[in-house]
């Protein structure tokens, strides 16, 4: 048994890593599915959703044609609803708590609605926010994920200057670099980071590490207030004998490899075993299979 990088051709790689969630064929498919809602009073899909975003309003905006005031209640309630809107599991939460899976039919598509207003909004730089003037206070942010951004957006609107310190060449955080890619792509993770800082008042320093490059104390005495948003990003260890032997690593690591270095530069078995069998734990089952490993068996207690 081999581990191995480079295993399968580019053209597989781009396959296999490709977007598994296509989006709505045209226009006259979004209304389709959107004209299903019957926009429930005190919706049981707003409550399942932990960003509490309007549903039944935003898929009413959809069905006048409004998909700038559909993507503005999106983007209200969570800034990073583009991706969410890939990532997210629904099934458990907003779509999961549709009334039309009582009467035993397939519940409204929110996912892909909710991706059909902020893919538009992302790909044409609406302009659906004002940042109100610079009142001189400033803040910064360590990590330039979703809590750092989602943070930094809300402060630039009020008027706040805020730098946002990354230690990663890119922000996005776990979106960029946790996510497997046919999930949320390297393409629309960029663009969405970009949408997000194109209010303005708001400068990301890449490259810049907590503890080795900036210290919390040098930020004290420059801004006005610290906000920490930079994530655990690390995995839980088992303790146990053999942990430490070659070729074995955490799925963290692992997706992190393949989502910075490039598919063909991450060396995967011919037979890989993953212990677990949570979301990440089947991201990487999944990755290691689209590496081309020969066989990838989950153990799970």
């Known amino acids: 048994m081999a581990i191995l990088n480079n295993r399968l051709p580019e053209k597989d790689y781009a396959e296999n890593f490709s977007d ?21 009073y005190d919706a049981p899909c707003v409550k399942s959703c932990p960003t509490e975003i309007n549903v039944p309003k935003f898929i009413k905006q959809i069905t006048t044609d409004n998909i700038k005031g559909s993507a503005h209640t999106i983007f209200v309630s969570n800034i990073f609803g583009g991706g969410c809107s890939r990532v997210c599991p629904v099934e458990k939460l907003c779509e999961g708590s549709c009334v039309y899976n009582l009467l035993h039919e397939e519940p409204i598509a929110i996912a892909k609605l909710q ?10 730089k609406w302009k659906l926010f004002d940042r109100k003037p610079s009142n001189g206070k400033k803040v910064t942010i360590v990590g330039a994920g979703p809590a750092g951004l989602s943070c930094a957006h809300v402060l630039s609107r009020e008027g706040i200057d805020v730098a946002v310190f990354e230690k990663e060449s890119k922000g996005g955080g776990l979106m960029t670099y946790g996510i497997a890619a046919y999930k949320v792509t390297p393409k629309f993770c960029q663009e969405e980071v970009d949408f997000i800082t194109s209010l303005g008042g708001i400068e990301i320093k890449y490259d810049h590490s907590l503890g080795k490059d900036i210290t919390i104390a040098d930020l004290q005495k420059n801004y006005d207030a610290v906000y920490l948003g930079m994530g655990v990003g690390l995995a839980n260890k088992l303790n ?15 997706i992190y490899d393949i989502r910075s270095k490039g598919y ?25 299979k689209r590496l081309g490993a020969k066989e990838v068996t989950l153990v799970y207690r």
């Open 264 to 288: 063909s530069n991450v060396p995967v078995g011919d037979k890989v075993a993953v212990i677990g069998m949570g979301m990440t734990a089947i991201d990487a089952a999944t990755q290691a």
């Open 115 to 124: 991706r059909y207003a902020t893919e538009k909004a992302i790909e044409e």
């Open 240 to 254: 146990i004998p053999g942990e430490e032997l070659e070729g074995v690593e955490d799925a963290i690591s692992f």
């Open 20 to 40: 598994i969630h296509p989006p709505f064929e045209n226009k006259e498919a979004a209304l389709v599915e959107a004209n299903r809602c019957i926009f429930c």
